[in-house]
């Protein structure tokens, strides 16, 4: 019996990357699959040992899966991790205390505030304008205020905006207040010590609700604005940036998880020659769909040397994109409440999307309907899109 038992050659695929857990697990499987046979009164067949094994085996490589997925960082993401450490070790103490104590709020939020107000305005008084000062309003200050509110925006979603001393002050006030409880018994001691994690948890929901809402709002007055790109794919650029597998277009329209795998994909593909296939694929009907990019098709038809030719193409594919990103806002996602260019993401992103969407497009009837008509929408348009064209410095950013 013990002599069947190696001659199966039982083995189980794990890799370097399967985590402690799945190596705990498949060890518990081979030691009940051997106790099982050596107790069983006949053999066991061998249906049921390529049950175990098949068992074992896709959990292993489930679990190698999520590990590469959720730790594992593109080599450009190690190397600032690594020039982060090193930053940190010449000039920690001058920089630590800004990443701890400070925030921009004080400059950065009127900043903000005056921005978006000023983008507000002339958008209402473009209805008064000549095509020619429309234009030249949305080059400056138009698009300025347009970049300054992406990086302020910026700013809130990495934590630096708002101050975070308020949450250190009310942990210094609840370690003040607690002196009165010493000497009470342990029992009220327990109570106090759960009744401050649950405030102190509070505090934390409070300070990301704060981050969100800013996010919501400070997005606005825009015709798309940075809203989607902030909240879904700007953090995973840090962790994905130069991951092959993360630059196919189709990887990132196919993905089924909330977050964008890169979301500068997004952009770059106007100028850049990413890996890949391209995406996203629309679904028409139940046995048709089509699969296209625009920032793909433009970008093809560049040729060497001609840069006045390549610089006209990525305007074309650039504002092409972008006005159809636009139509799909005010009208699809809106009234849909689902973005059909990502069909396989999970229902609280089509959410969000749709209650963002409805928000700006609510915004942009407004003014459509109460202030400048069409120019309003053009002036926001240009704004939002010609600091990220040549010869606009800025446009290398993406």
Known sequence: RRRSISCLGYRSNVDDDTT?????RDRNNRENLRMSVVG????PSIDTITKVVTTTTRRSNDNANKKKSSSLSSDAAMWHKRRRREMLEKYGNAIRPLETDSGSYK???????????????????AKHMSYLQLFALSVFPGSICS???????????????????????LQEDKQKNSSFYKPLSNVLSSIRTKKMKKKSSNTTNNSSKLRDRTLFWGSMPS??????????????????LGDSQSSSLKELFDSDQSNFEDGDVLFVAHRMNLEGEIGPTIPLSKDKSITMSISKSGFKA?????????GLLFWSSFLFERFMLVLNDSFIVTTTGRNLFFPNKPLSFHRTCARYARAATAVKFLLWKFAGGYKSLLFLFLSETLWSLPPNPACAMF
């Open 40 to 43: 069983a009164s006949s053999p």
């Open 147 to 169: 970049l300054w509110q992406l990086q302020i925006l910026h700013d809130n979603l990495h934590g630096t905006l708002w101050s975070k001393k308020r949450k250190r002050i």
């Open 302 to 310: 560049w040729e060497q040397t001609r840069m006045i030719r390549n």
């Open 223 to 240: 015709v798309f604005g940075y809203y989607l790109y902030l909240k879904f794919g700007h953090l995973t650029h840090h962790k994905n």
């Open 20 to 24: 402690a857990k799945g190596i705990i």
């Open 107 to 125: 400059i950065g939020i009127p900043l903000l505030v005056l921005t978006n107000l000023t983008l507000l305005g002339l958008s209402i008084a």
